[in-house]
């Protein structure tokens, strides 16, 4: 029997798939689901699934943060998301498989068919560990590629100091006092830009935690950034936040 756990932000997104799994797929039991991701990290370590269903965009934690703070990758990942974004194709492309929501019921009965191929053979996780490695070597010079009207421009890391939401668009801030409106939501900003030194604070702000300042505990508290714009933290996001500036 494989043993499978879900991690998605959306409690309905965790029913549909747990109602696929359980009608559809023989030999794979659900052990746990989770919408909390730092719950998942504890659960994944204690419990060493066979295979983890990832949401990649989630708010409080991406799924990239979520494999990179595991101590436990010996599972094979399958990627839930709705976003068909180069980031997600990367994986793919590496044997890493994702289902696009709404999920198609023969795509997952394939990808479950994969892991039993993989359990059997002692090869869960091999992929996921060889694209994690890749990912961490390479992180260091990457560039991110940034689409705008007519162009794409490339620029490093720690050009971008915070993303702003504006409903369906986003506006980037860069350290050189620039800004960039760009025609997508911010969650697909989000995965777009895809690093771990990127914090979506709130549901309306992602930042580059290397350009925090100051952490204010009063006034409902936010943060000040080193161009001395203030930036609300959401209630939701606190815990996650302070573990990661490890305050």
Not at 84 to 95: H, L, T
Not at 177 to 205: P, Q, W
């Amino acid at each position: 029997m494989i043993k499978a756990i879900i991690v998605d932000d959306e409690l309905s997104a965790i029913k549909s798939l747990q109602w696929e799994i359980e009608n559809f797929c023989k030999g794979i039991e659900v052990c746990e689901t989770f919408t909390d991701p730092i719950e998942a990290i504890s659960a994944i370590n204690y419990l060493k699934p066979d295979c983890v269903f990832l949401d990649i965009e989630m708010p409080e934690m991406d799924g990239f943060q979520l494999l990179n703070n595991l101590k436990y990758r010996g599972f094979d990942l399958l990627i839930t998301t709705a976003f068909d974004n180069y980031a997600i194709r990367a994986f793919k492309e590496s044997a890493i498989d994702y289902l696009l929501k709404p999920i198609d019921t023969d795509d997952l009965l394939n990808s479950v068919a994969k892991i039993k191929h993989n359990k059997e053979r002692n090869l869960l996780g091999t992929e996921l560990k060889k694209v994690l490695a890749n990912i961490n070597q390479k992180s260091s010079f990457n560039k991110i590629q940034i689409p705008l009207a007519g162009k794409t421009i490339f620029v490093g890391i720690d050009d971008i100091i915070y993303c702003k939401s504006d409903g369906n668009y986003c506006e980037i801030y860069f350290k050189d006092g620039k800004k960039e409106i760009l025609s997508k939501k911010i969650k697909e900003v989000e995965a777009l830009i895809n690093h771990d030194v990127f914090f979506r604070v709130h549901n309306s702000y992602l930042v580059n935690i290397n350009f925090i300042k100051e952490f204010i505990k009063s006034d409902g508290q936010y943060l000040v950034l080193e161009n001395g714009v203030s930036i609300p933290i959401s209630r939701s996001k606190k815990n996650a936040l302070l573990k990661v500036l490890t305050i």
